[in-house]
């Protein structure tokens, strides 16, 4: 049986690509990697009108197939037939926003000039009206020889006439056999630019001028005061509601969790299965796992400020701040990424340029505070800080978490500083992009972005997590220290040992025993580190039950305050974790600057950590 | 060709007051570094094409938002410096 039809979404930036992606093939998407290069490759089943299958592949957003960036690359091979591990597409739908036809329809010509078959999707119809224009479907597709369609990818509107023509197109076939080519017609961007727009006049029946919305809202957005402020009320609330709204959730999760670590000890004997179970992979992974909400209602934030076209405003806001440190205001996306985690915003990084800026944005970046740190935050804060209000609705938790961002966000500025004077000094290069419509971005999509989140987080704490509670469950547990002895189980344990060794170096910046344990295992995910912690004190009290609740008992009784802050320093700076030095080798080419990373971090972390010690002592607290 | 007056009218975008309409007269592409000038290109400048400032970002120089066309585009001062546009009536 031959394979599926391939059909390649291709479009702008903004056309509203991926919303059409989403709508056409609902949850039915597998999300994995072009071979050799890091772009990502989404692709889903979509069903045409008579029943027969098609994979659809949602190709980087391009302006043109003159491509200036690697994801642009791959959606210029993939529609030529030139990329590795892709078959040249049976045909290619071209999405163009109905709103910015002399722009988008560029593109277009290009395309349409290369003979696969071709649907142009005249998308955000809706907004087009909106702001007073009135567009003739029929006018574009005579000029362009191809069917063209009004939709609303967001709405889920004009899905099925798309579909139709699709069908249509792929039973045609192309007009003339396709060869892949290396050098698709390359004709000068000017000229096409100027019949692009002639095209768009042609088809355009009427425009009233009206107050478009998207200026009224960018008036406030974007103005010098209030626009600043309003990002800044954003950011607050957001870090505010990570804390605020996930309570009720995690104390299911918790109390699941509970139930399900006592139906076991309730069903198993005493001993090593038992107790590998217990303390070992339920509390270990339970103990990651509650942080599920925290993390979803992130990158939620995340989700919705990008789709409804709110960050570029933030990014143009942020312009002249990151100018101020030799970055572009680009680089605000990638490092607001890196607050859900620092793997998705250092492979943002490559919508950056210049290379000198890129560089130095991949190495800030891990100093975002990553949700992965929000586990060890959440814990320390809920153990040592009071959960009080400072102010009406503003509590001291929320505070101290918030300045814990802050303090990440300085040390990132002062280290661009630094950076951008020695090691990747050069010229600044500019800031240059286009700023989308506002849009109410659809439930189903953030649903949809964040249901692909969870997934990968649960994939985590299932795989990586795991297994390193059991390693580390097992390091903790022999060998046992002879009966009688007055050595405690942990102490006496080949982790115990390793311990004691870590700790000699960490010592001096105040960090105990429980934390030199915590640290190894933490670098192959930072919240590994709430979770080793509490194997240590399941391990060393077997009768205590696990969980959260007792872990925070715990940290009160065996830790100080001094060494509580110095452990938040610690997080904010060292770069503890794999996936991160993994991805800045992968996009860096090498070992050069992920060894350097690793280096300043680690020294930052350990200054930063040993310096907040050292004041708490002497401050009293 | 442009007649004398026309020539007079010339501003750089980055001089224009907010929200007056005008037209892209000339752009300097000489002064922009060659990604700069392909991006403006994708973005859809090019001479003849209807231009507005529509914001400046606070503390001077900053970024400005300009619509180019139907499109609204966020770009740096000197780049703003590097087009000329003639104010319409």
């Known amino acids: 049986m031959n394979p599926a039809p391939l059909v390649a979404l291709v479009g702008n930036p903004n056309a509203g690509k991926s919303a059409l992606f989403n709508a056409l093939t609902g949850a039915r998407q597998k999300v994995g990697n072009y071979p050799g290069v890091t772009v990502e490759r989404h692709s889903g089943r979509m069903a045409l009108p008579d029943g027969r299958p098609v994979e659809l592949v949602d190709l980087p957003g391009a302006y043109s197939l003159d491509p200036s960036s690697p994801d642009e690359q791959v959606t210029r091979d993939v529609v030529t037939g030139t990329q590795t591990g892709e078959r040249l597409p049976d045909a290619i739908v071209v999405v163009v926003d109905a709103a910015n036809l002399d722009n988008h329809l560029r593109f277009t010509l290009q395309l349409v000039a290369l003979g696969l078959p071709v649907v142009v999707a005249l998308n955000m119809i809706d907004l087009a009206e909106r702001d007073g224009l009135t567009l003739d479907p029929n006018v574009l597709a005579q000029e362009l020889g191809v069917p063209v369609l009004p939709t609303v990818a967001v709405r889920r509107r004009g899905l099925d006439a798309l579909k139709e023509a699709l069908a249509t197109v792929l039973q045609q076939g192309p007009a003339h056999p396709i060869r892949p080519s290396d050098h698709p017609v390359a004709e000068d961007i000017v000229t096409l630019q100027r019949r692009a727009r002639a095209l768009s006049e042609k088809a355009t029946v009427s425009e009233t001028a009206v107050r478009r919305w998207t200026h009224r809202l960018d008036a406030v957005a974007l103005h010098p005061v209030f626009g600043t402020l309003l990002l800044l009320a954003i950011l607050f609330v957001m870090f505010q509601a990570v804390f605020a709204w996930s309570q009720a959730p995690i104390d299911w999760i918790q109390g699941g969790m509970d139930a399900l670590g006592g139906a076991v000890s309730a069903a198993l004997p005493p001993g090593f299965i038992r107790s590998l179970l217990v303390d070992g992979l339920i509390a270990g992974v339970g103990a990651v796992v509650v942080f599920l909400p925290q993390i979803l209602i992130l990158f939620a934030f995340i989700l919705t400020l990008e789709a409804s076209g709110y960050m570029v405003r933030a990014a143009f806001l942020m312009d002249r701040l990151m100018a101020s440190v030799g970055l572009s205001g680009r680089a605000f996306i990638p490092l607001l990424s890196s607050f859900a985690c620092a793997v998705p915003g250092i492979m943002a990084t490559r919508t950056i340029d210049d290379e000198k800026d890129r560089l130095t944005t991949i190495l800030i970046a891990p100093l975002m505070t990553c949700s992965a740190r929000l586990p060890v935050y959440s814990i320390m804060i809920g153990a040592f800080i009071p959960a009080r209000d400072v102010l009406p609705g503003v509590g001291l938790q929320g505070l101290v978490l918030f300045s814990l961002y802050v303090a990440g966000i300085i040390g990132a500025f002062f280290a661009a500083l630094i950076l951008r004077k020695t090691v990747t000094k050069g010229a600044s290069s500019g800031f240059l992009m286009e700023m989308p419509k506002y849009q109410w971005p659809h439930p189903k999509d953030l649903l949809l972005g964040l249901w692909q989140r969870a997934l990968i987080f649960l994939k985590r704490a299932g795989t990586i997590i795991a297994s390193t509670t059991i390693v580390l469950w097992l390091l903790l547990s022999f060998p046992k220290p002879p009966i009688g002895s007055t050595v405690s189980p942990v102490d006496y344990s080949i982790a115990g040992r390793i311990g004691h060794g870590i700790e000699k170096v960490v010592a001096p910046i105040g960090f105990n025993r429980d934390i030199s344990l915590a640290l190894l295992p933490a670098m192959s995910a930072r919240e590994v580190a709430v979770a080793a912690i509490g194997t240590v004190y399941a391990i060393d009290n077997p009768d205590q039950p696990a969980g959260e609740r007792n872990l925070i008992q715990n940290l009160r009784t065996h830790w100080t305050l001094p060494t509580a802050l110095a452990f938040l320093m610690w997080f904010v700076f060292a770069p503890q974790c794999i996936s991160t030095i993994a991805i800045t080798r992968r996009e860096t080419n090498g070992w050069k600057w992920p060894a350097f990373m690793v280096g300043y971090l680690f020294a930052l972390a350990y200054i930063a950590a040993g310096a907040t010690y050292w004041i708490a002592v002497a401050i009293g607290l | ?89």
């Open chain 2, 1 to 89: 060709m442009n007649a004398p007056h026309a020539v007079d009218q010339r501003v750089a975008l980055s001089n224009m007051p907010r929200h007056q309409q005008a037209r892209v007269a000339d752009v300097h592409w000489d002064t922009l570094s060659p990604p700069e000038a392909r991006r403006l290109r994708e973005l859809g400048l090019d001479e003849g094409v209807r231009i507005e400032l529509l914001h400046r970002s606070a503390f001077g120089r900053g970024p400005i938002a300009c619509r180019i066309g139907r499109m609204t585009v966020a770009l740096r001062r000197h780049i703003a410096g590097a087009i000329d546009v003639i104010p319409a009536a």
